[in-house]
């Protein structure tokens, strides 16, 4: 049962030296510690979202989903 395609593994394998290894882990982290540094993340993730960004004004006219209006096909005051 061959197949005549071409590996992915057989394109990469004269650059494998390039790339890092990882090591594989020494200790098992609890789930509850992994929950903790998630909630971390996220909670400053959220944070970081809104500071606004140095250089770019906010006007009042501005809207927030005027991408996702274009991308919808949907207009400024419909459902």
Known sequence: MGTSGVRFLTLVK????ALPEVSSATKKIPVN??????????????????????GITNTKSSD????MRVILASNKGTL
């Open 33 to 54: 510690e992994k929950l903790l540094w998630t909630s971390i993340v996220v909670f400053l993730y959220l944070v970081c979202c809104q500071i606004p960004l140095y």
């Open 64 to 67: 927030p989903f005027y991408w």
């Open 14 to 17: 004269p650059f494998m030296f």
